[in-house]
């Protein structure tokens, strides 16, 4: 069977009224067609046998269902974590990874192929910024990740937006995907399993704090001082440490959520007691859980894991001074898999 043709503006990235508008049908063939992709995460037009012969060939020859080409899986004999490529319409390639705990799934989604930010420890910023996504190809990576996969109703997926780009430079394409992957007559994610993770871009979390949901806040932080924030995390320079502080404050105010500070933990870099303690102040006022996250290898970046002993005396430190922290294993290291990792793995 020759590949299933794709378009970045496919079906997946529409709500039921919009691929009835598209395909100029009923409400209800609107709602079939979003329920077999969504829900039966079926995307061959062929295998929607609900409807008439002539309606498939009608929708099949005119529209485009799909906007990814899965190209390449792997799975992690460590973690069973699995690493999913796919290409884009345009010969862009993204990744996303399913992480699996017990009967608990993560999906790690992208939500730009490539990054501008160009973080200085992480794969994806320095290789670059290819282009954003759109709403069916990030939503599209939930359901190929899901594809087959059964769970119950009490073990509905966490998504979290930690893939490659930074999910607040494409706001609406992001949010759309939201929208997509909670509609009930789809996946229909709960707000509160959804987290979108940022590098700390203020106008995004303004922009967001205004959003009437659930969904959750993450922030990359891994430095809380300026100086060394803003040589690893570049965008620093434009949003400092204090504006971001009173950006997070903005959205605990409006949102009353607990965010979560994402701090990936570099030998002798950030893994110091005195980085610890200068968390610790700037949490002040904060609603906050961190997590503590070992830096996975990337061959040409200078840098190193923080050893296990440092990781948990920094843990420690903020244990002691009553900060909720979690310190986090590897995952899916032995196929690169692990979700802040990802980069085209064809550029390699
Ligand atoms: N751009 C957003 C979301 C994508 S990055 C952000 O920066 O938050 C997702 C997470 O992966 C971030 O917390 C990022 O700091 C982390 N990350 C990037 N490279 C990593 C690496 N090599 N090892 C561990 N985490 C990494
Ligand atoms: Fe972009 Fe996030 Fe990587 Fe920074 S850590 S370069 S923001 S993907």
Partial sequence: MPPIKTSTDSLTGLFPAEIAERIEAPLMRGRQLFQWLHKKRVFDIDAMTDMSKTDRARIGERHFLTALTPALRQESRKTGAQ???????????????????????TLCLSSQAGCALGCTFCA????????????????????????????????????????????FHNYDAVMKSIHLLMHIE???IG????TVSTAGDVAGILHFAEEPWQVRLSVSLHAADDDLRSRLVPLNRRYPLRELHDALKHYQEKR?????????????????PAQAKALVTYLKGLDAAVN?????????????????????RFMEILGKAGIKATLRKERGDDIEAAC???????QD
Avoid: C
């Fill in 83 to 105: 690493k999913a490529l796919f290409e884009l319409a345009d010969g862009e390639t993204i990744e996303s990874v399913l992480l699996a705990q017990g009967s608990r799934i």
């Fill in 124 to 167: 994806t910023g320095q290789a670059g910024f290819r282009r954003d996504l759109s709403p069916a190809e990030i939503t599209e990576q939930a359901l190929r990740l899901l594809e087959g996969v059964e769970y119950s109703a009490d073990s509905t997926p966490n998504i979290v937006y930690m893939g490659m780009g930074e999910p």
């Fill in 186 to 188: 789809g996946l229909h």
């Fill in 191 to 194: 707000a509160r399993k959804i």
């Fill in 256 to 272: 009353n959520r607990q965010i979560t500070i994402e701090w990936v933990l570099m030998d002798d870099v950030n893994d110091s």
């Fill in 292 to 312: 503590l996250i070992p830096w996975n290898a990337v061959p040409s970046l200078p840098y190193l894991p923080s050893p296990i002993h440092k990781r948990e």
């Fill in 340 to 346: 802040g990792q990802l980069r085209n793995i064809r």
